[in-house]
């Protein structure tokens, strides 16, 4: 078993469990920070998606076993990556089971299954890898339907379970309104369900799309660090 870890500079590190149990902590730039790890085998596919909507394909076995001490692989070298792009996510997969999910700065979101990046051959790079039309907010992997909470400009919210979004085989696809918005609205943030803090999250669950979401009550807002309304005193 191996951990792989993704940094926001474009680091790569895969590290194997018994050297994370014996390591310290893990070296970084000093303006670094760690984006994402996770667990996996030696025989897994891992796929980076870029900002550019490229997404890279690397065999794990393919990359060099390190250390927490070290940086690690700088993902344009190894990748062959276009100037000025950036890895953005990471998942990796031995069997494309699962489904990514992309959630757009204009309501729009859409589910892709896994195993639309699977190929045949051994190609390095796909292009396309998901819509470029509208500003990414948020992508995921999920093994399983899961809830996010989507939010408006800080205002409105919504919870939705991603088995509202169809499945779309184009890996491109500019997906469906699932947020209803104004002129000049956004969605500006996309949480798990976990990562929104409030007591009742049912209060922002809608069970058809698109919706117009919840006014974000301000107890939440202070809670999640929002800009709430300033009270006069």
């Known amino acids: 078993?191996?951990?792989?870890?993704?940094?926001?500079?474009?680091?790569?590190?895969?590290?194997?469990?018994a050297s994370l149990r014996m390591a310290g902590e893990q070296k970084l730039k000093d303006d670094d920070t760690m984006l994402m790890e996770q667990d996996g085998m030696n025989r897994m596919d891992l796929l980076f998606f870029s900002n550019q909507q490229n997404v890279y394909k690397l065999k794990a076995s393919d990359a060099a076993d390190t250390k927490a001490s070290v940086l690690g692989d700088y993902l344009p070298n190894i990748l062959n990556m276009e100037a000025e792009e950036e890895i953005i996510y990471m998942t990796a997969t031995?069997?494309?089971?699962?489904?990514?999910?992309?959630f757009f700065e204009n309501g729009k979101a859409a589910k892709v299954p896994l195993s639309a990046y699977e190929t045949k051959t051994n190609r390095k790079k796909l292009i396309n890898g998901y819509s470029s039309k509208a500003k990414l907010v948020r992508m995921a992997r999920m093994d399983?339907?899961?809830?996010?909470?989507?939010?408006?400009?800080?205002d409105k919210a919504t919870m939705l379970n991603t088995e509202l979004i169809p499945s779309s085989a184009t890996k491109n696809a500019t997906g469906i309104q699932v947020f209803t918005l104004k002129k000049n609205s956004v969605v500006s943030n996309v949480y798990t369900k976990e990562e929104f803090q409030t007591e009742d999250h049912e209060y922002y669950r809608t069970r058809k799309i698109p919706t117009t979401g919840h006014f974000i009550q301000e107890k939440d807002k202070a809670a999640n660090s929002l800009p709430g309304q300033i009270s006069l005193e």
């Open 1 to 17: 078993p191996v951990r792989f870890f993704l940094t926001d500079h474009g680091y790569f590190k895969k590290i194997s469990h």
């Open 94 to 102: 031995a069997d494309y089971k699962g489904q990514m999910v992309f």
């Open 144 to 154: 399983e339907e899961t809830d996010f909470v989507l939010m408006r400009n800080s």
